[in-house]
């Protein structure tokens, strides 16, 4: 059996558009025969998945699977909103958070690589190729995340019919009704809000450095003849400000009466009523296409170009 080398999976990758695992696996059930691999591809729908590869999938939907004390979140690309409320591409996207579950796959190129759990003879991969050749548009399986906690539970919360899914992990000796009713809180908190971290321990220490650095010479330029002692006052201020926007637990929480209650004093508060110890933990926020720079297209010229006219 001739060895499958890194070019020949380039040059399978160049004239197919198809997927490097594709690719690799194209050529080692063709013995390396550059010809055969094209077939193999084509047979098996993952050229013709290929040839829309190119279009932009920023479409899609988020879904979340909470099963005991485990969870996961998956977000699955399409190239059109009227795709992502399509019952087949749902129920579709339901088997891949159900994969997403229990897989043990560290990164998305490892699951797409496995097994699929609802047909052992294709991969993640290969199944993604098919639902490509039926659907008609580009998909793309982009992210998936896993939550387990074992002292506690996970609560979630799905947005929009899927715009927007968080995971929220928290920690609690106490499961009530009032316990959950807040984990959803905080997980609507998470949705609408934003934050990038969960607490001000997990900000990533160069970029404090870096904003410090940018605030104190903006300060410096706003009084350039105030003492380090004031522009040190108003770094602090500012950055604090900025924390309180980023870090999940200190955002002012959205339903407080006064306006000025934080996400933690609401947690205490519900720990406190309910006689409970409980911490958010961490959570997972995914909204459908956001890093993703959609193709700007005029519906009416695109139609008028299809007509020749």
Same mark, same amino acid.
């Given at each position: 059996?001739?060895?499958?080398?890194?070019?020949?999976?380039?040059?399978?990758?160049?004239?197919?558009?198809?997927?490097?695992?594709?690719?690799?696996?194209?050529?080692?059930?063709?013995?390396?025969?550059?010809?055969?691999?094209?077939?193999?591809?084509?047979?098996?729908?993952?050229?013709?998945?290929?040839?829309?590869?190119?279009?932009?999938?920023?479409?899609?939907?988020?879904?979340?699977?909470?099963?005991?004390?485990?969870?996961?979140?998956?977000?699955?690309?399409?190239?059109?909103?009227?795709?992502?409320?399509?019952?087949?591409?749902?129920?579709?996207?339901?088997?891949?958070?159900?994969?997403?579950?229990?897989?043990?796959?560290?990164?998305?190129?490892?699951?797409l690589a496995e097994s699929w759990a609802k047909d052992s003879s294709k991969t993640v991969a290969e199944e993604l +190729?098919?639902?490509?050749?039926?659907?008609?548009? @580009?998909? #793309? =399986?982009?992210? %998936?995340?896993?939550? &387990?906690?074992?002292? $506690?539970?996970?609560?979630?919360?799905?947005?929009?019919?899927?715009?927007?899914?968080?995971?929220?992990?928290?920690?609690?000796?106490?499961?009530?009704?009032?316990?959950?009713?807040?984990?959803?809180?905080?997980?609507?908190?998470?949705?609408?809000?934003?934050?990038?971290?969960?607490?001000?321990?997990?900000?990533?220490?160069?970029?404090?450095?870096?904003?410090?650095e940018i605030i104190t010479a903006t300060a410096k330029n706003e009084k350039p003849d105030a003492n380090d002692k004031?522009?040190?006052?108003?770094?602090?201020?500012?950055?604090?400000?900025?924390?309180?926007?980023?870090?999940?637990?200190?955002?002012?929480?959205?339903?407080?009466?006064?306006?000025?209650?934080?996400?933690?004093?609401?947690? +205490?508060?519900?720990?406190?009523?309910?006689?409970? @110890?409980? #911490? =958010?933990?961490? %959570?997972?926020?995914? &909204?459908?296409?956001? $890093?993703?720079?959609?193709?700007?297209?005029?519906?009416?010229?695109?139609?008028?170009?299809?007509?020749?006219?």
């Amino acid at each position: 059996m001739a060895a499958v080398t890194a070019a020949m999976v380039k040059e399978l990758r160049e004239m197919t558009g198809a997927g490097m695992m594709d690719c690799k696996k194209a050529l080692a059930n063709t013995d390396g025969d550059m010809d055969k691999a094209v077939e193999y591809l084509r047979e098996n729908g993952m050229a013709k998945a290929a040839k829309k590869a190119g279009r932009i999938a920023a479409e899609g939907i988020v879904k979340v699977a909470v099963e005991g004390n485990k969870a996961a979140i998956v977000e699955v690309n399409s190239e059109t909103d009227f795709v992502a409320k399509n019952a087949d591409f749902n129920a579709y996207v339901d088997d891949v958070v159900a994969q997403a579950l229990n897989t043990s796959a560290k990164d998305i190129d490892a699951f797409l690589a496995e097994s699929w759990a609802k047909d052992s003879s294709k991969t993640v991969a290969e199944e993604l +190729a098919s639902q490509v050749a039926v659907i008609g548009e @580009n998909l #793309k =399986i982009r992210r %998936f995340a896993q939550i &387990e906690e074992n002292n $506690g539970f996970i609560a979630s919360y799905i947005h929009m019919g899927g715009k927007i899914g968080v995971l929220v992990d928290v920690e609690s000796d106490v499961k009530n009704d009032a316990v959950m009713e807040m984990a959803k809180n905080v997980a609507m908190q998470a949705a609408a809000l934003k934050p990038m971290y969960t607490t001000r321990e997990e900000v990533d220490p160069e970029f404090l450095a870096k904003e410090t650095e940018i605030i104190t010479a903006t300060a410096k330029n706003e009084k350039p003849d105030a003492n380090d002692k004031i522009i040190e006052g108003m770094v602090k201020g500012r950055i604090n400000k900025e924390l309180k926007e980023i870090c999940l637990v200190d955002q002012v929480y959205v339903k407080a009466e006064d306006g000025k209650q934080t996400v933690a004093a609401y947690v +205490a508060q519900v720990a406190k009523e309910n006689n409970a @110890n409980i #911490k =958010i933990k961490g %959570f997972v926020r995914f &909204e459908t296409g956001e $890093g993703i720079e959609k193709k700007n297209e005029d519906f009416a010229a695109e139609v008028a170009a299809q007509l020749g006219q």
